[in-house]
């Protein structure tokens, strides 16, 4: 059986974030992102990435005192 991958690169996050490579790195120096070293490989994983990803963005929606319609627009099942 072939194992599929579980990690992403540098170069993939900064691809599937739409910024440079040099930012994913100043974000990890920075532990910013959630990572993974192995040696001195930084990886990440898609699920954590993805989680990030929705951190930031109902930090946002917190941040504009509006925390509450943002989550409510999050549910697929509620029209807010």
Known sequence: ???ERQT???????NYLGV????IY????????PHLKVKN???????????WIQDQDLQ????????FICALKRMP????
Request: proline share 2%.
């Open 41 to 51: 490989r930084i990886l990440f994983t898609k699920e954590s990435i993805d989680l």
């Open 26 to 33: 100043a974000m990890v120096k920075q532990k910013q992102l």
């Open 77 to 80: 099942y509620i029209q807010a």
């Open 8 to 14: 992403i690169t540098v170069k993939e996050v900064a």
């Open 60 to 67: 946002a929606c917190i941040a504009k005192d509006a925390g």
């Open 1 to 3: 059986p072939v194992l």
């Open 20 to 23: 440079h490579t040099d930012t």
